[in-house]
């Protein structure tokens, strides 16, 4: 009875813990003025072009009290390009961005592509803790990531055609325990050239003990027609 009694609260907390992170879905590639299309946390109070974009999943996020996650489930077969128009806000919260669930997804070839057009300057800013990023096609923007806390795992991204593909630097808090694996920075799976980042492709300043690729297969990572790959 003593061994059941554990077992059972056991599962009772693993689904707590599963249950305790928020899903939020990104259905719709667009990306429209936050002053006019306002946002709200309460979704019957948002703007229903606001709702279900990229800016409000990351508003949710911040203004969610628990870890969270954003998934994509935009219609339509083959890849969608989220054109940012306007910044996103920096993540200070704990979230894993996923696009490996959107439909159709294949590792190096990510079915959702961020799409700076050389206007916005970083897709994410990640200032909070234990943040994971993958799956995703970012690229034209003059810093890819920008990492500003410890914890985070950046893994199988396309990241290209940027200034600096991945910014994990600090001038306050030292950066330490991050993971950087299977991401392809300055090329795509194809190899072109075309591709490529004109400055770092992995840039680190005051972090240290961060695991940047690996020996196992799929977590080594492709860093091409770059001026400096790391530094």
């Known amino acids: 009875m003593k061994k059941l009694f554990v077992l059972l609260a056991g599962i009772l907390m693993l689904n707590i813990s599963i249950n305790a992170q928020t899903i939020f879905y990104v259905t719709k590639p667009g990306d429209y003025d936050p002053f006019i299309y306002q946002y709200n946390y309460v979704d019957s109070l948002c703007d229903t072009t606001m709702y279900g974009t990229l800016q409000w999943a990351t508003r949710k996020v911040n203004d969610t009290f628990g870890p969270c996650e954003?998934?994509?489930?935009?219609?339509?077969?083959?890849?969608?390009?989220?054109?940012?128009?306007?910044?996103?806000?920096?993540?200070?919260?704990?979230?894993?961005?996923?696009?490996?669930?959107?439909?159709?997804?294949?590792?190096?070839?990510?079915?959702?592509?961020i799409d700076g057009g050389n206007t916005v300057n970083i897709c994410f800013i990640i200032q909070n803790q234990q943040c994971e990023i993958k799956g995703l096609y970012i690229r034209k923007f003059s810093v890819g990531l920008s990492v500003l806390s410890s914890y985070f795992k950046i893994y199988n991204n396309v990241i290209n055609q940027c200034i600096d593909g991945?910014?994990?630097?600090?001038?306050?808090?030292?950066?330490?325990?991050?993971?950087?694996?299977?991401?392809?920075?300055?090329?795509?799976?194809?190899?072109?050239?075309?591709?490529?980042?004109?400055?770092?492709?992995?840039?680190?300043?005051?972090?240290?003990?961060?695991?940047?690729?690996g020996v196992q297969t799929g977590k080594g990572n492709i860093i091409a027609n770059c001026y400096v790959g790391i530094m």
């Open 166 to 213: 991945i910014e994990i630097m600090s001038n306050n808090v030292e950066i330490t325990g991050g993971e950087v694996m299977g991401n392809i920075i300055g090329t795509d799976n194809t190899m072109s050239v075309l591709l490529n980042i004109s400055q770092y492709g992995i840039a680190l300043g005051n972090a240290s003990n961060n695991v940047i690729g």
């Open 70 to 113: 954003i998934r994509f489930a935009i219609a339509g077969a083959g890849q969608h390009i989220i054109a940012l128009n306007y910044y996103l806000p920096s993540i200070r919260n704990t979230v894993t961005i996923d696009g490996t669930t959107q439909p159709g997804y294949q590792n190096g070839e990510p079915s959702i592509i």
